[in-house]
């Protein structure tokens, strides 16, 4: 309840034309951004809870149950024992995310908050490698790996080792239901172990771009 | 210096010589679909008198018609069995990615925005226009909060008679997730995913605004220009569009009724988790 009353505050706030038109000072705007921004991370705990709880019906919160946690120090609390972390990452829009960049295996879930079955190609940004994807019946998922635009790659705000996107279908999403897909960085063979124990160097580019990655 | 097609089983986009979206071929028809942006000149006044306010934060005012950002973009083209994609770079603070997913019926145009230059001590306000060859009359829909499609007509007001002195912004309207026109053959709807200002100038174009920078106050009482910055420079924008385009005639689903399908999946969108499994292996975690 605390973690959601301060995105009720937050957006208490954002009632106001200032906040929805963007006509209010430089330093109230970066002020609202904060606000939001540490809202919508406090709420994160609420999403954590609400999933694992659907995930595994059984799994009952461990850690400090029923505290208040200042939702200031979100982040700083070690955050109860969940069954899956059930992460966000909030600069998918400039192809970031420290968790799918930096580990081999991982999961990435969908909640379709929609009333009726979806589907969505996600994009998970990668350093490279090849992948596979998995869903729960242990299909494997086509995926192909996306070059990220220099322009994107080049932001100076942007710190990513992230070179590509893993792009994949995640179709029949269940109504107001989730789906979970299992992803394995593939070490294929002995030249790929090889290649994976050197740091990956910048492959060197082979004719103009445009051929490289056609 | 070729042309440049990409696709899927329902529609193809094909880039001219100079690297410009040209046209979307659907059923075999191929329909002109041009897209490229430009930027207007912040207006720059001394606020006393309302023929003298400056573009600001409360007010577009543009000194002038658009200029155009270039007369050649650069390709790179990703083709794969998932997604077909070109990256188009039209300049050092303009870049585009351009693309059509195996199954899907509409094109996917992801802008990048800044920093937007303003050496020359010019506010630019940069717009993403599409032109097709749709006889749209002067009328065009924009969106109300994402419900119902407002019909707007270019120098018009329904309720008196309108004597337009700016000619550009006074043709402008809210769009918070769709502006579209149609004649009788065609139908092109443009969903954005955050709330811009929008209008067709010209028969058959369709404009949204996606990213602003200015000098100057507008006087209306923040007494700031609009003027964000990040790390010292700039701010740099994201964001995208996605275009809806075919005959007006189409059997069902109608192309509103694919619009609106594909404003909800967009607007209301899957939530995207993440979790480290450690060292589980998929049958563990299966």
């Keep these: 309840e605390p973690h959601l009353n301060v995105l009720r505050e937050a957006m208490g706030v954002m009632q106001h034309h200032d906040a929805i038109t963007g006509t209010e000072k430089q330093h109230v705007a970066n002020d609202y951004a904060r606000m939001l921004h540490r809202a919508v991370g406090a709420c994160g705990a609420n999403t954590k809870v609400v999933l694992n709880q659907i995930v595994d019906p059984k799994f009952k919160r461990s850690g400090r149950s029923g505290q208040p946690q200042d939702a200031g120090d979100y982040h700083a609390q070690p955050s109860p024992v969940y069954k899956f972390g059930f992460e966000t990452c909030h600069l998918l829009n400039v192809s970031q995310c420290e968790l799918t960049e930096s580990k081999d295996s991982f999961t990435v879930t969908l909640y379709n908050p929609l009333a009726h079955a979806g589907h969505e190609y996600v994009r998970v940004p990668v350093p490279g490698g090849r992948y596979i994807v998995q869903d729960y019946r242990n299909v494997e998922v086509s995926t192909q790996l996306v070059p990220i635009p220099e322009s994107v790659l080049n932001l100076n705000y942007r710190f990513s080792n992230a070179t590509a996107e893993l792009v994949f279908l995640a179709n029949e999403l269940p109504p107001l239901g989730f789906k979970s897909y299992f992803v394995t960085r593939a070490v294929d063979s002995l030249d790929d172990f090889i290649h994976e124990a050197k740091p990956l160097q910048p492959e060197s580019p082979v004719g103009n771009d445009s051929t490289r990655w056609h | ?286």
Excluded: C
């Design chain 2, 1 to 286: 210096s070729e042309e440049v097609t990409i696709g899927n089983k329902y529609l193809n986009v094909s880039f001219d010589s100079n690297g410009f979206l040209s046209t979307i071929t659907i059923g075999g028809v191929t329909n002109r679909l041009r897209q490229t942006f430009v930027y207007y000149e912040g207006a720059l006044g001394n606020n006393e008198e309302m023929r003298n306010r400056s573009s600001g934060a409360y007010i577009f005012r543009p000194n002038g018609t658009e200029k155009t950002v270039t007369e050649t973009v650069q390709l790179r083209v990703v083709k794969g069995a998932t997604v077909q994609e070109v990256h188009q770079t039209f300049n050092e603070w303009i870049s585009q990615v351009v693309r059509v997913y195996a199954d899907e019926g509409h094109v996917e145009f992801e802008w990048l925005v800044g920093p937007i230059p303003v050496e020359d001590g010019i506010g630019k306000e940069v717009v993403s226009r599409f032109y097709t060859a749709a006889q749209s009359g002067g009328v065009f829909w924009t969106d109300a909060n994402g419900r119902e499609m407002i019909r707007r007509v270019r120098n018009h007001r329904d309720t008196w008679n309108i004597g337009l002195l700016e000619k550009i912004s006074g043709n402008y309207y809210p769009v918070t997730t769709k502006i579209a026109l149609e004649d009788e053959n065609l139908r092109v709807a443009v969903l954005n995913d955050r709330a811009q200002g929008g209008s067709s100038l010209q028969d058959g174009s369709l404009e949204l605004m996606v990213h602003r920078r200015l000098l100057h106050d507008d006087a209306f009482g923040v007494e700031e220009a609009l003027n964000e910055k990040a790390f010292g420079k700039g701010l740099v924008a994201r964001g995208k569009h996605w275009v809806v385009f075919g005959a007006k005639q189409s059997a069902s689903p109608t192309p509103e009724a694919r619009e609106r399908f594909l404003q909800n999946r967009m607007l209301l969108p899957n939530w995207l988790f993440f979790s480290d499994v450690g060292e589980s292996t998929y049958e563990e975690w299966q």
